[in-house]
């Protein structure tokens, strides 16, 4: 199997800067994100703070970072990646049934600013999960509910569909929804997850789902979920002053390794950890 020297997980200003500055040091890397690169820059109405671009909008600085990758031949991989294994001397990287080598690992996978539901920490593994394509499988004719922040999260519900008895989808934002026929889209908030052993129910502000299986499918999830043993302080990846986190050869950078939560903040702390995995990579041959 191919092994990358680097791979960064997140295509925000944090990620692009990251592959940018590895890229000109002739790192073979890969790179994890979406097309839009990052719903919190599409989103943005007007950016002042970002040196060099006044007045610009977050869809604006969305394309001239998309010049800029383009120029230097950085290419996007379209996945989210699920897990990070530290196996060493390299990293194994999971996406659904795919997995990935890389040498270094750069986390910039940004902050969720939503709150964990009531119940969901609770029952993690045990009827609650964040990736519904990898877990599908444990819920053939089974009750399944979906609970998407995001237009991604209609993909994965159209494929666990095909395998559960019922499938249930709460979305968490307006939109025109591409899901299956037999999908029923619940309109309302989410409230807690209860059960005993496992996920039993549902419970929403005017209706409750009997349900076996609840995947919350966000934007990000938890660092510390994504890289078993990533030591974490008050919600973000601890690093030092070099981007280094507590496992050798993976580094962070942006709004996941704490505030404020800016763009330029993100981009600078991106070339950082990108000279980092550098240095490490070259102190290993
Ligand atoms: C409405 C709004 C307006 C803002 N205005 C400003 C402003 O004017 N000025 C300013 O400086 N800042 C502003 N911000 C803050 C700014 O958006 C963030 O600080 C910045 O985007 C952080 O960059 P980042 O690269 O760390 O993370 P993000 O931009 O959040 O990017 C992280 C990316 O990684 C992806 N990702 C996460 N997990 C995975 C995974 N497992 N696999 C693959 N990809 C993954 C995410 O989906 C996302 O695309 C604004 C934010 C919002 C929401």
Redesign the pocket.
Same mark, same amino acid.
């Given at each position: 199997m191919k092994r990358y020297d680097i791979a960064i997980?997140?295509?925000?200003?944090?990620? $692009?800067?990251a592959a940018i500055n590895s890229k000109i040091r002739n790192k073979d890397i890969i790179v994890? +994100?979406?097309k839009?690169?990052?719903?919190? $820059?599409v989103?943005?109405?007007?950016?002042?703070?970002?040196l060099g671009f006044h007045d610009i909008s +977050?869809i604006e600085l969305k394309e001239k970072f998309e010049e800029h990758i383009n120029a230097m031949n950085v290419e996007l991989t379209y996945?989210?990646?699920?897990n990070i294994y530290a196996m060493g001397d390299y990293f194994s990287i999971m996406?659904n049934e795919t997995m990935y080598e890389a040498k270094a690992v750069i986390i910039?996978?940004?902050?969720e600013?939503t709150k964990p539901l009531k119940g969901e920490e609770e029952f993690l593994g045990r009827g609650v999960g964040y990736c519904a394509t990898c877990d599908a499988p444990l819920y053939r004719d089974k009750v399944v509910t979906v609970i998407g922040y995001?237009k991604e999260a209609e993909e994965e519900a159209n494929y666990v569909s095909e395998l559960a008895s019922k499938l249930y989808y709460v979305p968490m934002y307006k939109d025109h929804y591409d899901l299956r026929e037999n999908i029923e889209v619940v309109n309302e908030k989410p409230v807690d997850i209860v059960g005993d052993d496992r996920v039993q129910k549902l419970i929403m502000t005017s209706r409750e789902i009997e349900t076996q299986g609840v995947f919350v499918l966000k934007?990000?999830?938890s660092p510390a979920q994504?890289v078993p043993g990533l030591l974490m302080e008050d919600g973000h990846i601890k690093v030092d002053r070099t981007m280094k986190t507590n496992i050798e050869g993976c580094f962070a950078?942006?709004?996941?390794i704490g505030k404020?939560?800016?763009?330029?903040?993100?981009?600078g702390?991106?070339l950082i950890a990108a000279l980092s995995a550098v240095s490490y990579l070259d102190s290993k041959k």
């Amino acid at each position: 199997m191919k092994r990358y020297d680097i791979a960064i997980i997140g295509s925000g200003p944090a990620g $692009l800067s990251a592959a940018i500055n590895s890229k000109i040091r002739n790192k073979d890397i890969i790179v994890f +994100g979406y097309k839009d690169f990052s719903s919190k $820059l599409v989103k943005a109405p007007k950016i002042n703070n970002y040196l060099g671009f006044h007045d610009i909008s +977050g869809i604006e600085l969305k394309e001239k970072f998309e010049e800029h990758i383009n120029a230097m031949n950085v290419e996007l991989t379209y996945e989210r990646v699920n897990n990070i294994y530290a196996m060493g001397d390299y990293f194994s990287i999971m996406v659904n049934e795919t997995m990935y080598e890389a040498k270094a690992v750069i986390i910039t996978t940004g902050i969720e600013y939503t709150k964990p539901l009531k119940g969901e920490e609770e029952f993690l593994g045990r009827g609650v999960g964040y990736c519904a394509t990898c877990d599908a499988p444990l819920y053939r004719d089974k009750v399944v509910t979906v609970i998407g922040y995001n237009k991604e999260a209609e993909e994965e519900a159209n494929y666990v569909s095909e395998l559960a008895s019922k499938l249930y989808y709460v979305p968490m934002y307006k939109d025109h929804y591409d899901l299956r026929e037999n999908i029923e889209v619940v309109n309302e908030k989410p409230v807690d997850i209860v059960g005993d052993d496992r996920v039993q129910k549902l419970i929403m502000t005017s209706r409750e789902i009997e349900t076996q299986g609840v995947f919350v499918l966000k934007d990000s999830i938890s660092p510390a979920q994504l890289v078993p043993g990533l030591l974490m302080e008050d919600g973000h990846i601890k690093v030092d002053r070099t981007m280094k986190t507590n496992i050798e050869g993976c580094f962070a950078a942006g709004d996941c390794i704490g505030k404020p939560y800016q763009y330029i903040k993100a981009a600078g702390e991106g070339l950082i950890a990108a000279l980092s995995a550098v240095s490490y990579l070259d102190s290993k041959k």
